[in-house]
């Protein structure tokens, strides 16, 4: 049973910078595609980052391109998420995803995992 465990969530001022992670257990790392969503409250889920097994290619929505970064390290089986100029429409819950042999593309839709998310918040 694949497991998911998001961490590193609080509350901060725009402008900062954070750190989000994501533990996995109960199966392979290095065969999921990974990626990172988060809910705005009364917002459906959005997609904001993925990352192929490997590391080598990853994708990015519009709204974060720039100032996020996604890398995952296969050795300790973690994903995390680079946070730099927090904006207060950053503010949502933080959930990461993963989707077994899955491209960047597809992650954003074929996802079938999830954790329970960590929660962000940035003031103005």
């Known amino acids: 049973q694949i497991q998911l465990v998001e961490s590193g969530g609080k509350s901060v001022q725009a402008g900062d910078s954070l750190t989000l992670n994501c533990a996995f257990s109960?199966?392979?790392?290095?065969?999921?595609?990974m990626g990172w969503f988060r809910q705005a409250p009364g917002k459906e889920r959005e997609f904001v980052a993925s990352?192929?097994?490997?590391?080598?290619?990853?994708k990015y929505s519009d709204s974060v391109k720039g100032r996020f970064t996604i890398s995952r390290e296969n050795a300790k089986n973690t994903l995390s998420l680079q946070m730099n100029s927090l904006k207060p429409e950053d503010t949502a819950v933080y959930y990461c995803?993963?989707?077994?042999?899955?491209?960047?593309?597809?992650?954003?839709?074929?996802?079938?995992?999830w954790g329970q998310g960590t929660q962000v918040f940035v003031s103005a």
């Open positions: 109960g199966g392979p790392f290095h065969s999921y595609a």
């Open positions: 990352i192929i097994w490997s590391g080598r290619s990853s």
């Open positions: 995803g993963a989707c077994y042999g899955c491209s960047v593309e597809n992650v954003e839709f074929a996802s079938k995992f």
